[in-house]
């Protein structure tokens, strides 16, 4: 066993291979002098840009609209850090009409269990007496992320009991050795205590720390990524730094993939402020970015809005249906049915002013019922 400052490295064998492991310390590490100094000012900044995000969430009238909008690009982003290629539109539209585009259906029921286990948490993180931050709220949020298809070999919703790696094809050729199994329970409840424990530390930077450690331990056979940028989320609900899961840092994450990597892996050397820096640094730019977009997302629709009213043959029921449609913003005719509990030839005269006004977009899929796209709100939604 070799020791560094940042944990230590064990010797351990894998299908006859002799391989090297890394263990890590518990947090937090012990910073260099001057280190923190030097996050000061990246800190300030992050910090003022959520802010900002939490205010416009605050002052929004609409807020739902934001968190549906958010939520899934984030889990959409992630999903593709990870490798899961579906376009948001995909996904939208299966969430509403069941229909599948050209993503395959595993890449979207990937986003969709994505969204499915964020709000799974924040409603228990909201519950009285619902399940804390916890080993149990990770192995039942991994439990929903793996389900179905794809995960189903993966040991959905139970920590690993075999050696795992980080890049290449065996561990004697990886990128990073994650701990051996039966340290896995140990690591965690660490990682557990030091959450609710007492820290003199920025929680933004706590916050930080906690995602290195979580990748550090890797304590899933997949789906280790996916979990610990969630729990980005939920701990900064935890510190009250932003009430609702806005912030779609896998944007940035993904942007810059190879640094992300590179500095987890640089912290096994003792790296910590080099990390902490980019991920600061990252949480200021899409905070901006995402009251930014709050902000665009609401003028359309005030103008949009204004549009609507002046379009001859409005009716009442198509400007109830005009304000469902940040959450619905894929339609068919049965669902504007079902949504506004009506007839047919009612919901069709509503697709027709909506489509006259030129806020819904009729697009192809003639295999099955027609859709519908509001497609200006969903194209700023989607800046790719
Ligand atoms: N060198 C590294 N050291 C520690 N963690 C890493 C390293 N490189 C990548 N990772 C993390 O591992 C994740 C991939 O692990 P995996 O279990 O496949 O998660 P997912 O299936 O959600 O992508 C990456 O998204 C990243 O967060
Ligand atoms: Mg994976």
């Known amino acids: 066993m070799k020791k560094t400052s940042t944990g230590s490295f064990v010797s351990t064998s894998v299908a006859g291979e002799s391989i090297t492991a ?30 900002r995000l939490d205010l416009a969430g605050s002052l929004i009238p609409s807020l739902d609209w934001f968190i549906y909008a958010f939520v899934r690009k984030e889990a959409l982003l992630s999903s593709e850090i990870e490798g899961t290629q579906a376009t948001l539109v995909d996904v939208l539209t299966f969430e509403q009409t069941d229909q ?37 709220l990770f192995n039942d949020c ?20 075999s050696q795992n790696w980080v890049g290449g094809s065996r561990p004697g050729n990886a990128v990073f050795v994650p701990p051996p199994p039966q340290e ?12 609710h424990a007492d820290d003199a530390l920025a929680p933004m930077l706590r916050i930080g720390l906690v995602h290195v450690q979580f990748e550090t331990i890797h304590p899933y056979l997949d789906g280790n990524g996916r ?12 510190w009250q730094l932003l009430e609702n899961p806005l912030l779609y840092l896998s944007l940035y994450l993904k942007q810059n993939q190879s640094t992300y990597y590179r500095l987890l892996s640089g912290v096994r050397d003792g790296k910590w402020t080099d990390w902490l820096q980019f991920f600061l640094t ?5 905070a901006s970015d995402a009251a930014e977009k709050a902000r665009r997302l609401h003028a359309q629709v005030v103008s949009d809005r204004k549009v609507l009213l002046g379009t001859p043959g409005v009716t009442v029921t198509a400007i109830q249906m005009f304000e469902l449609l940040p959450e619905h913003p894929v339609l068919t005719m049965p669902l504007v049915t079902k949504l506004l509990a009506t007839t047919k030839p009612t919901a069709g005269k509503v697709i027709e002013v909506l489509t006259a006004a030129g806020i819904l977009v009729e697009v192809g899929a003639k295999k099955r019922d027609r859709l519908y796209r509001y497609q200006r709100y969903l194209a700023l939604l989607d800046d790719r």
Do not use: C, W
Request: proline share 7%; hydrophobic share 50%.
């Open 22 to 51: 890394f263990v890590p310390n518990p947090l937090p590490p012990r910073f260099a002098s001057g280190a923190l100094a030097s996050l000061a000012e990246p800190l300030r900044a992050a910090e003022a840009a959520l802010a």
């Open 100 to 136: 599948v585009g050209d993503s395959a259906v595993d890449d979207i029921e990937e986003v969709t269990n994505y969204v499915a286990a964020v709000n799974h948490a924040f409603k228990q993180m909201q519950a009285k007496k619902g399940v804390p931050i916890s080993i149990r």
């Open 142 to 161: 991994h439990g929903i992320l793996m389900r179905g298809v794809r995960g189903a070999n993966k040991q959905p919703g139970v920590l690993r009991r």
């Open 184 to 195: 896995v329970p140990k690591l965690l409840s660490d990682l557990e205590r030091y959450i």
């Open 227 to 238: 979990l610990g940028r969630m729990l980005i989320a939920l701990l900064l609900k935890h």
């Open 282 to 286: 990252g949480v200021a730019d899409i």
